[in-house]
């Protein structure tokens, strides 16, 4: 296909069907998108609902996830230009407190090692202090704090691990050297000088704009999420806003750190942001943008996508030919990543005039929470079970059994079940990238059917325990003082039989 112009319609008509198409794919009930040439928005709409019945318009607030990062990284790269942070001096030069478990390694972490994510805090770090929605005073320094408790995974620089934690420790270092909460910085210094009137920072905002509630997904089913503010998680993943707000800020991105005679950062220092500093699972990463080629066309693509449980927000910018386009959705699923990113990669493929190309769905996605309450479901009829003891002839079956059987399936029994439901509370959702807090946060259905599997097995392993001790009693007190009295088993019935049955 052929690139499409700003006035031809009808190729915007295409690309607007692609990402509808996608949209419905994914089943997700809003979102808004918008392609920026030259300086300036050539096409933006919006799709769906907002999740409170009215139609999404390039002026629904949504939240943008992890597209906060490459604005942190500005706000970071505007204290080194005023000379008060350098990239390479240690953090503890700015936040004295600040530590992970290990104390030589955290004194050898730098500013640029945080930006760029390979500072060696693991990426499972950002479980462990994200999403805790906490909107109190100092929330992002208590968050950041808490890292010291974690275990660094390699040494600084060393390898590429991405973690919002890291951008968490950027955030509070911002706060502590201009002295003002990041949220309030990002005001002044960022989002009004660009005129950026409905962005989202603060939990007042939030409120304010009423931003629209997000969807997760129940067994395939788009569920509304109405999810707080989280102060603590403004640098790595709570900025948000309008469509036109974030058209904003990508204009100055791609004009070189100024928009509408404003500047934010010099051009040299946004080039420094969007060139990859380091490899990265997806190529290079700079200094909060991703960077690589857009697929199909080898173009330099500067990119960034956000997440958070119910929201998903993708920037692709191709500063080459001026042009960028973006996509917000009010719904996500963890196990869909690719998917949710088809709309902005592929419309950007189409106004570079080739095919769009698609992810196929994961399997994993839609196996995964029925397998869980498949598995939760079996589990419960084990448990009930055992009331069958209670029917004729089952009480002396099990009385039948010698005490060395008895104790031999009963730890072959109990092991089974507790190891099942170990693997269920730490194996799988480490397998998923994360803790069984946060599978109840991004994947409820998932989520509640491990815990419910869990508390399943766990009562069946002393569930079976209890009955072995019955068993054994019963069996010691059947053995003193009279016989014990049982009742006639199949292959005694059957030599009844034969001896009776004529010859």
Known sequence: MSSITAADAEGWSEVDAFVRGRLEATDTPGAAFAVIEDGRVVHQRGFGEDGRGRAVTPDTPFLWGSVSKPITGLAVMQLVEAGRVDLDAPVRTYLPWFGLADPDVSGRITVRHLLTHTSGIPTSASGEIGDRYDNAPGALADAARDLAKIAPATAPGDSFAYSSAGYAVLGALVEEVSGQPFGTYLHERVLD?????HAVATERDFERERVAPGHRFVFGSPVRFDAPYDTSGVPFGHVGGTLR????????????GR??????????????????HVDSSADRYGLGWSVGTLKGTGERMVWHDGALPGHHAMVVMLPDTDRAVIVLQNAYHPLRAKEFGDAAFGAARMLSGVAPGTTSADPLAIVLPWATAGLAAVLLLCVAAPALRCLPGRRAAAGSRSRRRIVLTTIASVTAALTLAALLWWVLPSALGGSISMALLWLPDVGWGVVAAVVLASVLAVERAVLAVVDLRRQGSGGSGHAAEREPSEGDVALSGAATRPG
């Open 259 to 276: 928009l509408d005679g404003r500047r934010v950062l010099s051009a040299k220092g946004t080039a420094d942001t969007q060139r990859g």
């Open 245 to 256: 707000d974030l058209t904003r800020f990508v204009r100055a991105e791609l004009g070189g």
């Open 193 to 197: 000088p660009l005129g950026m009137d």
